[in-house]
């Protein structure tokens, strides 16, 4: 199940989706988190911190082509110290499906069914996205690839489009910075770059090793872009104060669309149809990788069965968090453990190879 290739395009495909889901979940908090429409300020001093970290992990990459996060972990670490760096990232990555399920879930109640259970609804969905993570990583980076330019890319123009009647005076004044908040958002707008904690562990499985270190700088180029065009056109829409109570802000300019001569009567539907299919892929990465780190914190074989462990699990967590909106509101520990934790992490790993290389060169 794990040994099948994917293209470094795809894997770019994969990385951008799924940081793509969390960003417009995270949007509310990155808003709510500044006095003023410099929450973007946020976003780019997140990319600078993330690229400034990937030429390091490129190099470590380098080093160890066939290995993902965890395999180096086991080069160069007891192996409890493994458990416990595999045991976080499975934690981070179930609740982190968790969250994705239950807000997925909400916007399906809320929008289409109405009168439907949510359980129904995260059940559902749940096996449905264990059933395609089940097909391997190659079928879910074709769906992800394909996603991209066929639901992904129109869901930003027609968001786009629906700012037709929006002031630009809403991202003004920039000036005084709110300097506190722009540095409180970065861990949030960190977050938001899902993608940069996947490619640790799928950049491995890229047949173009090359092509893919260099095409993991251009993900969270064009990640920032999306993240910051995104936050522009929810301000440009509503602007901070009526944007600060959204739950979905970013879904919530749908509402307004009103296109002359569009054949299209509810965009809403259409917009909230494209997002679906966005969030159903991404949930089925999270799943693969979870999976993945179940596989190798145990030392198991290769065999897919975790996925099938773990779908109660996500099943039972999701069910018992409480609305998304009180979610949003408490995620700041989480985010704040795990960030440290990852940078702690990595720093490590990148210490010690450097020590190990220089070791072995003058031996």
Excluded at 58 to 80: G, S
Excluded at 163 to 181: A, E, K, R, V
């Amino acid at each position: 199940m794990f040994k099948t290739k994917i293209t470094a395009n795809q894997n770019t495909s994969m990385l951008i989706l799924l940081s793509f889901i969390y960003q417009i979940m995270l949007l509310p908090v990155l808003i709510s988190s500044t006095d003023g429409p410099t929450a973007w300020m946020s976003i780019v001093i997140a990319m600078l911190i993330a690229l400034i970290f990937t030429k390091p992990i490129i190099k470590l990459q380098e080093n160890h082509p066939d290995k993902t996060l965890l395999d180096i972990c086991a080069d160069y670490m007891p192996k409890f110290a493994v458990k416990i760096i595999g045991v976080l990232y499975i934690s981070f990555f179930i609740l982190a499906s968790s969250i994705l399920l239950k807000d997925f879930s909400e916007q399906v109640k809320m929008f289409m069914l109405f009168r439907t259970p949510s359980n129904v609804i995260i059940l559902i969905i749940l096996i449905t996205s264990s059933y395609a993570t089940q097909k391997g990583i190659n079928t879910i980076a074709q769906i992800a690839h394909i996603t991209v330019i066929i639901a992904m890319g129109p869901l930003l123009v027609v968001t786009a489009l629906s700012t037709s009647y929006s002031s630009i005076s809403n991202i003004f004044p920039i000036f005084p910075l709110d300097i506190q908040g722009v540095l409180s958002g970065v861990p949030y707008a960190l977050v938001g770059f899902f993608g940069f904690v996947i490619l640790l562990f799928s950049n491995p499985y890229v047949n173009e090793h090359k092509k893919n270190l260099r095409e993991n700088r251009r993900f969270l180029l064009t990640s920032s872009a999306i993240y910051i065009l995104c936050f522009f056109l929810v301000m440009f829409k509503f602007g901070q104060g009526e944007a600060r109570r959204l739950m979905w802000p970013f879904l919530s300019i749908l509402k307004f669309l009103n296109l002359p001569g569009s054949f299209i009567e509810n965009t809403e539907a259409v917009g909230i149809s494209l997002n679906i299919v966005c969030a159903f892929i991404s949930l089925s990465i999270i799943l693969y990788f979870t999976d993945l780190s179940l596989q190798k914190t145990l030392r198991t074989v290769d065999n897919g069965y975790f996925i099938f462990i773990q779908t109660p699990i996500i099943y039972m967590a999701a069910c018992l968090l409480p609305g998304i909106n009180v979610v949003i509101k408490y995620i700041k520990i989480p985010v704040y453990i795990f960030l440290v934790s990852n940078i702690l992490i990595i720093l490590l790993l990148i210490a010690i190879d450097k020590k190990r290389r220089k070791a072995n060169d003058e031996a």
